[in-house]
C-alpha cells in the first residue's frame, strides 16, 4: 500500500543543535513531496515542497529537505534550531488518485526545543 | 485572501448523538479535503470532492459519517450516530486542481464523544 513513515515521532533538542526527521514514503509514481508544521494552536502550514529539479530544496525559517529518490526519502534539516521551532512536523505526498491527487501525510514528529 | 475556516472548533457530545461539522474552503478552490487526526497517530484522509462531486471516500469509517459539499463551496461533515472511537480532530483542506498545489488547512474542530 501506498504510504508515508516518519521515523522519529518524539525529538527533543537544545537550540542550536542540529536537526534532521526522516521520511519515507512508498510509491513508484511521480511523486511531489511536501512538510507542513503546525505550532502550538496555530493550523498545519506549509514548510517546503518538491516537484522537480534541483533535489535540495530550501523552505521558510531556514529548513531544507532532500529528496533522495534512490532511498525514497525526503528528510527535513535545519543546522541550528531555535526555540521558536518547537512544533510538529509532518512529512506528505500527493498521491494521484482517479485523476486527482490526495495529500497523504505520515504519523508526524513532534519537536521540542528547549533554549 | 481569507483562508480555509472551520467550525466549531471545539465540540464535546454524548454517545449517540448527532454533530455536524463545517469547512469553507478558500474561494476558487475545487478540491477539499477531510482527514481525521486521533491523538498521537497519523492524519488520516477521509474523504476528497471536486467542486461538488465526491471523488475518493475510502477513507470514511462506515455508514455513520455523511459528508456533503452544497454547490461546490462549503463542506459539511456529519456524525450520526456518534460512538466513543469518532474521538479526534478533524481537519479539513482546500487545495487547487494540481498534483503540486499544497494544501491549505483549517484550524481543526476538535471533537469528543463521551
Known amino acids: 500500500a501506498q504510504s508515508v513513515s516518519q521515523h522519529n515521532h518524539h525529538v527533543i533538542l537544545s537550540e542550536a543543535a542540529s536537526l534532521e526527521l526522516g521520511c519515507n514514503y512508498s510509491?513508484?509514481?511521480?511523486?511531489?513531496l511536501f512538510w507542513y508544521v503546525q505550532y502550538p494552536g496555530q493550523h498545519l502550514q506549509l514548510l517546503l515542497k518538491y516537484f522537480s529539479g534541483d533535489p535540495l530544496v530550501k523552505g521558510i525559517k531556514g529548513f531544507e529537505a532532500e529528496f533522495i529518490k534512490s532511498k525514497f526519502s525526503f528528510n527535513l534539516r535545519k543546522p541550528s534550531v531555535q526555540w521558536s521551532d518547537t512544533a510538529e512536523y509532518f512529512c506528505a505526498v500527493n498521491l494521484a488518485s482517479g485523476g486527482s491527487y490526495i495529500p497523504t501525510f505520515g504519523r508526524g514528529t513532534s519537536l521540542i526545543v528547549h533554549p | 485572501e481569507a483562508g480555509v475556516t472551520q467550525f466549531p472548533s471545539h465540540s464535546v457530545i454524548e454517545k449517540g448523538q448527532t454533530v455536524t461539522l463545517r469547512c469553507d474552503p478558500i474561494s476558487g478552490h475545487d478540491n477539499l479535503y477531510w482527514y481525521r487526526r486521533v491523538m498521537g497517530k497519523e492524519i488520516k484522509f477521509l474523504l476528497h470532492?471536486?467542486?461538488?462531486?465526491?471523488?475518493?471516500e475510502s477513507g470514511m469509517p462506515n455508514n455513520r459519517f455523511l459528508a456533503e459539499r452544497t454547490g461546490g463551496t462549503y463542506s459539511t461533515l456529519k456524525v450520526q450516530p456518534a460512538e466513543l472511537e469518532d474521538s479526534g480532530v478533524y481537519f479539513c483542506?482546500?487545495?487547487?486542481?494540481?498534483?503540486?498545489?499544497?494544501?491549505?488547512f483549517g484550524q481543526g474542530t476538535r471533537l469528543t464523544v463521551v
Open positions: 510509491y513508484g509514481g511521480t511523486v511531489n
Open positions: 470532492f471536486v467542486k461538488e462531486s465526491k471523488q475518493d
Open positions: 483542506a482546500s487545495s487547487q486542481h494540481s498534483g503540486t498545489a499544497e494544501a491549505f
